[in-house]
């Protein structure tokens, strides 16, 4: 059984940083493709990043060239570093692994881009 465990999300000001963090716990890390989708109320959940076991990674536009996904292997973590945030990252963040047909998901961190 997948478990995933996000952190690191809260409130900021516009052109901020912030760091979120998955640790994934329950299976081999390395098995996974790990990603980031959001969600805001009303709107239907969309990708922001995803990362294979080999480190290729794909963004939404929205995000590119501010967002970085990476991830730890030893750590079994993958990060998402997002940088000069807007109003509009505002949303529940979410963690998800992949294998084949099935996705996990961690419960969510709120990350709120306010002046």
């Known amino acids: 059984q997948v478990q995933l465990v996000e952190s690191g999300g809260g409130l900021v000001q516009p052109g901020e940083s912030l760091r979120l963090s998955c640790a994934l716990s329950?299976?081999?890390?390395?098995?996974?493709?790990m990603g980031w989708d959001r969600q805001t109320p009303g709107k239907q959940r969309e990708l922001v990043a995803r990362?294979?076991?080999?480190?290729?990674?794909n963004y939404a536009d929205s995000v590119k060239g501010r967002f970085t996904i990476f991830r730890d292997n030893a750590k079994n973590t993958v990060y998402l570093q997002m940088n000069s945030l807007k109003p509009e990252d505002t949303a529940v963040y979410y963690c998800?692994?992949?294998?084949?047909?099935?996705?996990?998901w961690g419960q969510g961190t709120q990350v709120t881009v306010s002046s």
């Open positions: 998800n692994a992949n294998r084949g047909p099935t996705f996990s």
């Open positions: 990362i294979n076991s080999g480190g290729t990674t």
């Open positions: 329950g299976s081999s890390f390395m098995a996974y493709i």
